[in-house]
């Protein structure tokens, strides 16, 4: 563990309160789409946007004061956001637009950027201390604030804002949207630029209900009885975080054909997890093993749902790729980049609706966890351009690796470094043991030079 992870400072926290939208907004309730209403989306994730003194951003106003005002000006678009999420007949989600507010929470440390050192990127081992996520009850996420929001000042002038957010009712690409909405109203702006809508309807199960793509990150798997499963090993959890550069990028696209050398960053780095992780777990050659990707599906719904502008509700899918332990690490990882791309290829507008058709036949039930894993794209959410008025994030995005009851919950993020050299980083968690062996297995697929970094410090997550 770095040193710059061990340092201990004090958080002063005010007494936490509600923000109320500035203006009265409807009170109705508000149904989630079946996409929305999934078991697994059920939790919150939390979220960390850290900033630098700007002496020439907003000059004599109060930082948290100007959040909070803004935070009310937002909530009145955003409205369903100062509700409630409700449970209805047979487990249904919706919101109860009760305008009761956001969970808000002023703080200030003594402690300044710089004494972070180079640990500005996740995970990050003093989280805790700068969102209390648990405060008043809001880990639960039915009869409680959707969103919990710590601003922490720092000596230097600086501050970091760290969320919750409840997944059932937001995915990232509609966080970033309310964050930029946020952020514009905080610069003076009147509204915001993109009108939110809701229009869950456009992803509700049909009537009658048909399930007419093959869903595999759904299927059921039955092991004999005994078996005892990698996942349930005894084991301590580390959260490590692993820095590609451009030239590891372009060292992995050397690895792939010709072909498939087009291919996204996100495809090859995955490809590249997905081979080393299945190699570290000390799987059986004949075990089946799952990749999901979370899609976006937004630019794949149809024309005549161009209103979707503005949609900040879950709009994804992880379709699963499937194949045998044998044959995914047998060479280079292009098998792995052709099974993800065709995994990817599948989300269309009609593999959206036959998911929402499956999640009301099956009754929402859990994806696959068994020899599954499944990594997020955050590369082009660009969270650290969301600009308060005092310049954009030194980092914007997630905390850490896993997600509520997602297996193996991964994600790629853009970073820049301090020298501001850009580069992504993938972070995940493994059990101890198998981290390591992660690690030499990225080596290796690098021979042995050149290989991603290990950044930031592993730290304890859980001992199971």
Same mark, same amino acid.
């Given at each position: 563990?770095?040193?710059?992870?061990?340092?201990?400072?004090?958080?002063?926290r +005010?007494?936490p309160?509600?923000?109320?939208?500035?203006?009265p907004?409807?009170?109705?309730?508000k149904?989630?789409?079946?996409i929305?209403n999934?078991e697994c989306?059920?939790?919150?994730i939390?979220f960390?946007?850290?900033?630098?003194?700007?002496?020439s951003?907003i000059?004599?106003?109060d930082?948290?004061k100007?959040?909070r005002?803004?935070?009310?000006?937002t909530?009145?678009?955003?409205y369903?956001?100062?509700?409630?999420?409700r449970?209805?007949a047979?487990?249904e989600?919706?919101?109860? +637009?009760?305008?009761?507010g956001?969970m808000?929470?002023e703080?200030?440390?003594?402690v300044?950027?710089?004494?972070?050192g180079?640990?500005?990127?996740?995970?990050?081992?003093?989280?805790?201390?700068?969102?209390?996520d648990?405060?008043?009850?809001?880990?639960?996420?039915?009869d409680?604030?959707i969103?919990?929001?710590q601003v922490?000042?720092l000596?230097c002038?600086?501050?970091?804002?760290?969320?919750?957010?409840?997944?059932?009712? +937001?995915?990232g690409?509609?966080?970033?949207?309310f964050?930029?909405?946020w952020?514009?109203?905080?610069r003076g702006?009147h509204?915001p630029s993109i009108?939110?809508i809701?229009?869950?309807?456009?992803?509700m199960?049909?009537i009658?209900?048909?399930v007419?793509?093959?869903?595999?990150?759904?299927?059921?798997?039955i092991?004999?009885?005994n078996?005892?499963?990698?996942?349930d090993?005894i084991?301590?959890?580390?959260?490590?975080?692993?820095?590609?550069t451009?030239?590891?990028?372009?060292a992995?696209?050397?690895?792939?054909?010709?072909?498939?050398?087009?291919?996204?960053?996100?495809?090859?780095?995955?490809?590249?997890?997905w081979?080393c992780?299945?190699k570290a777990?000390q799987?059986?050659?004949?075990?089946?093993v799952?990749?999901?990707c979370?899609?976006?599906?937004?630019?794949?719904?149809?024309a005549?749902?161009?209103?979707?502008?503005?949609y900040?509700?879950?709009?994804?899918?992880?379709?699963?790729?499937?194949?045998?332990?044998?044959?995914?690490?047998?060479?280079?990882?292009c098998y792995?980049?052709?099974?993800?791309?065709?995994a990817?290829?599948q989300v269309?507008e009609?593999y959206?609706?036959?998911?929402?058709?499956?999640?009301?036949?099956?009754?929402?039930h859990?994806d696959?966890t068994?020899?599954?894993?499944?990594?997020?794209d955050?590369?082009?959410a660009?969270?650290t351009?969301?600009n308060?008025?005092?310049?954009?994030?030194?980092?914007g995005?997630?905390v850490?690796?896993?997600?509520?009851?997602?297996?193996g919950?991964?994600?790629i993020?853009?970073?820049k470094n301090?020298?501001?050299?850009e580069g992504?980083?993938?972070?995940?968690?493994?059990?101890?043991?198998?981290?390591?062996?992660?690690?030499?297995?990225?080596d290796?697929?690098?021979g042995?030079?050149?290989?991603p970094?290990?950044?930031?410090p592993?730290?304890?997550?859980?001992?199971l």
């Amino acid at each position: 563990m770095s040193s710059s992870s061990m340092f201990n400072f004090k958080v002063q926290r +005010c007494q936490p309160e509600l923000v109320q939208p500035a203006a009265p907004t409807p009170h109705e309730i508000k149904l989630l789409s079946d996409i929305d209403n999934q078991e697994c989306l059920r939790f919150n994730i939390p979220f960390i946007f850290i900033y630098r003194h700007e002496p020439s951003s907003i000059i004599g106003k109060d930082l948290v004061k100007v959040l909070r005002h803004a935070l009310s000006k937002t909530l009145v678009y955003y409205y369903p956001f100062a509700g409630r999420i409700r449970e209805g007949a047979g487990g249904e989600l919706m919101v109860d +637009c009760t305008g009761e507010g956001v969970m808000f929470v002023e703080a200030e440390a003594d402690v300044t950027l710089d004494q972070f050192g180079d640990s500005l990127h996740p995970p990050f081992p003093w989280f805790q201390q700068l969102l209390d996520d648990d405060v008043h009850g809001t880990q639960q996420i039915i009869d409680h604030p959707i969103l919990l929001i710590q601003v922490t000042r720092l000596k230097c002038g600086g501050f970091i804002l760290s969320l919750n957010m409840n997944h059932a009712i +937001c995915d990232g690409t509609g966080l970033k949207q309310f964050m930029n909405a946020w952020a514009e109203m905080a610069r003076g702006a009147h509204q915001p630029s993109i009108q939110p809508i809701w229009h869950r309807e456009l992803l509700m199960a049909r009537i009658p209900p048909r399930v007419t793509c093959n869903h595999r990150e759904f299927e059921q798997i039955i092991l004999p009885p005994n078996t005892i499963k990698k996942e349930d090993t005894i084991g301590t959890i580390v959260h490590q975080s692993f820095l590609f550069t451009r030239a590891h990028v372009a060292a992995l696209r050397c690895l792939v054909p010709l072909h498939l050398r087009q291919c996204t960053t996100f495809d090859l780095i995955t490809a590249c997890f997905w081979c080393c992780r299945t190699k570290a777990l000390q799987l059986e050659p004949e075990d089946e093993v799952r990749m999901m990707c979370a899609v976006n599906a937004r630019s794949r719904l149809s024309a005549n749902h161009s209103s979707l502008v503005g949609y900040y509700g879950n709009c994804f899918a992880f379709p699963a790729a499937v194949t045998s332990v044998g044959k995914l690490i047998c060479g280079n990882p292009c098998y792995a980049v052709e099974l993800i791309k065709k995994a990817k290829g599948q989300v269309t507008e009609e593999y959206m609706h036959s998911l929402a058709d499956l999640m009301v036949i099956k009754e929402r039930h859990l994806d696959t966890t068994i020899r599954s894993c499944v990594v997020s794209d955050m590369i082009r959410a660009k969270y650290t351009n969301v600009n308060f008025g005092w310049g954009d994030a030194v980092y914007g995005g997630v905390v850490k690796g896993g997600a509520g009851p997602f297996p193996g919950a991964t994600f790629i993020v853009s970073h820049k470094n301090a020298k501001e050299e850009e580069g992504l980083i993938l972070l995940t968690y493994l059990p101890y043991e198998d981290m390591k062996r992660f690690a030499e297995e990225l080596d290796k697929m690098f021979g042995n030079q050149n290989q991603p970094t290990t950044i930031g410090p592993s730290f304890v997550m859980s001992t199971l």
